[in-house]
């Protein structure tokens, strides 16, 4: 919000990555490509995004293609075996055991970054994000069928981990070197638990 | 080929079905939004199966409203009814202690 | 027509059969989980899953870009919206009560500034109080209630709350 009042070319500059994304949509479901279509998807990206103003994205991304491979394979790994665990334990006759809901301490501040991680997390079948404290940087995730304690604290680790990669994929140079900083704070994080 | 068409609809029919049970018994506006949210879902995974197995892209469009259609439905649900929510904020039950609500 | 003649096609209906049941396994889910949130998992898992290899059967066996751009096209929908949707549903359901509480494990946001006030202890998952209509005139006669007498009430209401 800092860089407000810098004109219409630094909200157009803002703009920019939703301008392409609905021309993109605009063409894709025309189906083929074509200078009318490109043209036309440009007009109705601007009416969209003049008439419809969302607030500008804060602090953009730099996209680190080792990072962003690292994620999109765990990701996608996550996926598959994640989506047939849940699967199994959905047919097997004993069913799900309990679940649990986990309140995890992140270490990133970044609007950007916390959506990517909470869509993430949604998306991988077993955990789900409920409520998520933008000021203490808590987020609190259902996870479907934990068996002890210690599944509990896997999880936690788990949600860790892949912030670390989402961050390592998207985040900026200062936004890497806060993961390592308040590397203590992830040991004290466990000791925020209540029985 | 006759095969694979019933087993693919013969599920993705089972799924609907057992969806439908839990939107008819679900005993609060909630779970009938999930289940109604997954049986669109597998509505279009019908369409697209369809698609797929006819080579037949006519109801590819079909597929983008509908799954665009589930997103706006659950989502226009929740609100609703986190803005009954909002319109009394101290919707606890008679054995609450008081003056613990604000949030 | 319709026969089975490449190998690409036999990768596209293996993913199809797959993500047909998968989406069995979400009706499954749907029914048998015992609250909103687990049922929610149950929900979620195909639209992400089951989706994502229907569409890719589909734009395997449709060779044409036009179809293969709009089948991708949905499944990009599809991640970005099941969250969302999924989010707000959940959050909602937990706040209205709608969640077991005696088969969490571990609820930690129970406890601090997000504590659920209105936790009783037994109450089964589908009590009254959370069908919106009447929790909403029994919020509203507490409302009045907590007019009248705010103190007393408030006496009382300890005394009778479980521990």
Known sequence: ?195 | MTVVYWLAYGLLAAGALLSLVRLARGPSLLDRVVATDTLLVIIAAGLAVHAALERDPTVVPVLVVVSLLAFVGSVSVARYIGGMMLRSPKNEPADQPAGEVPR | MNDISSVGDVVAVVLLLIGSFLCLTAGLGVLRFPDVLTRMHAGTKPQVLGFLLIMLGGAIRLQGWSTTWMLLLVAAFQMLTAPVSAHMISRVAYRRRHVRRDLLLVDDLRSGEARDSVYRGDEPADAPPEEPGRALVESRREDEVHRDDGAQREDGADRERPS
Not at chain 1, 84 to 98: D, F, K
Not at chain 1, 118 to 132: F, K, N, R, Y
Not at chain 1, 186 to 192: D, S, T
């Open chain 1, 1 to 195: 919000m800092t860089d407000e009042p810098s004109g219409v070319a630094h909200q157009l500059r803002h703009q920019l990555p939703l301008l392409v994304w609905l021309v993109l949509v605009w063409n894709f479901l025309w189906g083929t490509w074509s200078w009318a279509n490109l043209l036309g998807g440009i007009v109705v990206a601007l009416v969209v995004t003049v008439l419809l103003p969302l607030p500008p994205v804060v602090g953009g991304t730099q996209i680190r293609p080792l990072g962003l491979l690292r994620f999109l394979g765990y990701f996608l790994v996550d996926l598959v075996t994640s989506g047939a665990e849940v699967a199994w334990q959905t047919i097997r006759p004993s069913g799900i055991g309990r679940s649990a809901i986990i309140r995890v301490q992140l270490r990133t501040d970044s609007d950007l970054l916390l959506t990517i991680l909470a869509e993430s997390l949604t998306l991988v079948p077993g955990s789900m994000v409920i409520d998520m404290d933008r000021e203490r940087r808590t987020l609190a995730v259902h996870v479907l069928h934990v068996a002890d304690e210690g599944d509990v604290e896997r999880q936690r680790e788990s949600v860790l981990a892949q912030e670390e990669r989402v961050v390592r994929a998207f985040g900026s140079a200062g936004e890497i070197a806060a993961l390592g900083l308040s590397a203590d704070e992830r040991a004290e994080a466990p000791g925020r638990r209540t029985p």
